[in-house]
Structures are given as C-alpha cells and as structure tokens.
C-alpha cells in the first residue's frame, strides 16, 4: 500500500510559476512509475506528465510540453511538478499517482494508487 499526499498548489497570476509535491509512503517508492494528472471542473482527468522509477524516461501532455517538468527524490520518496509560464487552462486539481511498474504509464487506468488532490487556479 501507498499514500500519496500533494502540496503545493495555489492561486498564480497567468505566467508565473509553481512547483507541486508528491510525498510517497512506504519503503517500495523506487519501484514505481509515478505520474501526474489533473482535472478541471466538468471535464474528465487527464494526464499530465510521468515518469519511470528510475526517473531515467519522462513523457507529458503536449499541452505542457516545454512548460512543465517532472521529477522525482527516491531518497526523499518524492515526485514534483515544476510548472512555469502557467496558463488559465491549466486551472484544475492536479492528482499524483503511482503505478506497480517501472515504466512509464500515460492513462489513469495504468495507476494504482492516487493522491487527494490539490489545487492550481490560474488568474488571467
């Protein structure tokens, strides 16, 4: 089992910047994939960006490529989510997921264990 708890998230003005956390329970951190997804209210969650437990392969959306990046602390069982020149359409709560697998997984279905959520409104 594992438990996911995001941080970071807020209110920026169109532009800026904020950098999301993910805190991983349990000693097995290393071996999972972990991603990032989000969901704006009255759309379905999609997916945002991943990465293999090594943090060797990343893979995102392209509507963050180029903005975004995704990283990962396996000695401080921690995934980020560095998100710069921020746009309105990225408003939504952004949810960090794991997968019982090494490689990278793009789809919700591919995770099995997901954080609470935590919210990024972007100010025009």
């Known amino acids: 089992q594992v438990q996911l708890v995001e941080s970071g998230g807020g209110l920026v003005q169109a532009g800026g910047s904020l950098r999301l956390s993910c805190a991983a329970s349990?000693?097995?951190?290393?071996?999972?994939?972990m991603g990032w997804f989000r969901q704006a209210p009255g759309k379905e969650r999609e997916f945002v960006a991943a990465i293999s437990a090594s943090g060797g392969n990343t893979y995102y959306a392209d509507s963050v490529k180029g903005r975004f990046t995704i990283s990962r602390d396996n000695a401080k069982n921690t995934v980020y989510l560095q998100m710069n020149s921020l746009k309105p359409e990225d408003t939504a709560v952004y949810y960090c997921?794991?997968?019982?697998?090494?490689?990278?997984?793009?789809?919700?279905?591919?995770?099995?264990?997901w954080g609470q959520g935590t919210q990024v409104t972007v100010s025009s």
């Open positions: 349990g000693r097995t951190f290393s071996s999972y994939a």
């Open positions: 997921a794991a997968a019982r697998s090494s490689y990278t997984r793009t789809t919700a279905a591919g995770y099995d264990y």
